[in-house]
């Protein structure tokens, strides 16, 4: 599977995302074209569980802290077990899971009538589940019957039965042939009609993905079947399965990506198939993505497959992404979401492309976005900076190209050479907003040069706005001066 890209995205969108008008205009860019990829990463690893589904399972409705998997915080001070099992909850938090099992289980041995006590038998089946180990899977089932036996209307009854199901699933790939039977059981009535709770749909699930981990060739035939289902009360069993059947690499999870990508009828598990495309690198993958760009009738199916095209290493995805930026009676979100996974891609052949698009077109809204994904090249400074100082441009696009120079790094000294030998006044306080953003030594010295001599008042002015919200204690000590002055 090819995440990298993927998460050079996300990365990206956190790190260009500060507490600054600068950094919010970026997040804005970003957020436009790909805040729709986070939206899949949660809906694709979703679902009632809390747990991440980065280790290939998803877990019970646990509560998090922090990313920390934890119990539900104390409810009985008076509780003989109370401190107990603030103590388990803290190892818990910690992932010290054997000390955890440890401290939940003597809460049920000790004060088997307190109100923890069935939900301790739960927490310790599951930090028995999280050690791994052989004699502790078992030991998690033990408690598990425990607390079905003894304690059955426990508010953990319905993550149970799930967790019950994990873990026979980590028996049965560890050899357990009762458990192995019983997985496989589970993942046959997946194709059932539709179960009548959501805890019945977990434990379906949980069976599935057990049985994928411990026989694919059997589990491919279910998850094809639920991915055939068409019944409305099945959508959440289909996207789960979706889920599961990404983490898979083969041609076979192609074909159904493929199917499901075209035919079922909600369109977030097409968006979702479209997006598991992304991380595959089938050859055929290109030809269908080309396909739904440029046939689908949903504008957000072809979008979602403009960004899937760009996350392939096949030379025809950059082709079709070109070929849709330049088309002028392409859709205009259509040609600048385009543009904008080019420009993400990097690359010298891309920086190109998109440099004489820039030249050809008039559409100053498609400028916009091609400044915003040519920032994105490194060593491109310099040109965004020549598009800055040519008066044939309008106004509005110089300063947006001075403002994406600066985000991309240009140096400061040119910065203040575009100051220095521009006679535009808008231009030049773009220049000074643009020096406020960066954090150099050098900027703070090109704002007081400005603020000290410029002959312009109002340039002046807006220099010394800037130098006050500077965290450069140079800053502060030159509009004292000034002020003293």
């Known amino acids: 599977m090819r995440t990298s890209a993927v998460a050079t995205l996300m990365m990206t969108m956190l790190s260009m995302a500060p507490a600054t008008s600068a950094g919010r205009a970026v997040g804005r860019e970003l957020g436009a074209a790909g805040s729709w990829v986070g939206r899949a990463f949660a809906q694709a690893m979703g679902g009632r569980g809390t747990e991440s589904a980065a280790s290939g399972r998803q877990g019970p409705a646990l509560p998090l802290v922090d990313g920390r998997v934890t119990a539900p915080a104390p409810w009985a001070d008076d509780d003989p077990a109370d401190s107990i099992y603030r103590a388990a909850r803290s190892a818990l938090s910690d992932g010290d899971y054997k000390k955890a099992a440890d401290l939940f289980r003597q809460i049920g041995d000790s004060y088997p009538k307190s109100a923890y006590a069935g939900t301790a038998l739960y927490y310790e089946a599951f930090a028995l589940y999280r050690s791994g180990e052989g004699a502790d899977l078992r030991n998690a089932l033990s408690a598990l019957k425990a607390l079905s036996t003894n304690y059955p209307t426990n508010s953990t009854k319905g993550d149970a039965a799930t967790l019950h199901t994990r873990i026979c699933g980590a028996l049965a790939r560890q050899g357990d042939a009762s458990c192995a039977a019983s997985i496989t059981r589970e993942a046959q009535s997946a194709t059932a009609p539709c179960a009548t709770d959501d805890d019945e749909n977990d434990i379906r699930i949980a069976a599935l993905n057990g049985l994928l981990q411990m026989d694919a060739e059997r589990a491919l035939p279910i998850l094809r079947k639920v991915l055939a289902r068409r019944d409305e009360c099945s959508v959440a069993l289909r996207r789960k399965a979706l889920f599961l059947l990404s983490q898979k690499g083969s041609g076979e999870n192609t074909d159904i990506l493929l199917a499901t990508a075209r035919q079922d009828p909600d369109r977030d598990i097409r968006e979702q198939a479209v997006f598991w495309l992304s991380q595959d690198q089938d050859p055929r993958v290109v030809s ?198």
Do not use: C
């Not at 809204?365 to 400044?371: A, G, I």
């Not at 947006?400 to 240009?410: I, L, T």
């Not at 040119?414 to 960066?438: C, G, K, M, P």
């Open 288 to 485: 269908i993505l080309d396909s739904l760009v440029a046939h689908s009738d949903d504008e957000g199916i072809r979008e979602k497959a403009l960004f899937a095209l760009s996350q392939q290493s096949d030379h025809r995805g950059s082709e079709t992404l070109r070929r849709i930026a330049q088309r002028d009676d392409a859709p205009a979100e259509l040609r600048e979401k385009a543009i904008f996974w080019l420009g993400l891609a990097g690359g010298s052949e891309s920086e190109g492309f998109l440099k004489d698009l820039f030249a050809r077109t008039t559409n100053e809204d498609l400028k916009e976005k091609l400044l915003f994904a040519l920032s994105q090249h490194r060593g491109s400074g310099d040109w965004l900076l020549t598009v800055a100082q040519d008066d044939k441009e309008p106004e509005d696009t110089r300063q947006k190209a001075v403002f994406w120079a600066s985000q991309g790094g240009v140096s400061v000294e040119r910065l203040v050479a575009v100051y220095d030998h521009s006679t535009n006044t808008e231009l030049r306080e773009q220049v000074i907003f643009a020096l406020s953003q960066r954090s150099e030594p050098a900027a703070v010295d090109a704002l007081m040069h400005v603020a000290k001599t410029d002959k312009d008042q109002g340039l002046r002015a807006k220099a010394v706005f800037w130098l006050g919200q500077s965290p450069d204690p140079r800053a502060a000590k030159f509009l004292q001066e000034l002020i003293e002055q």
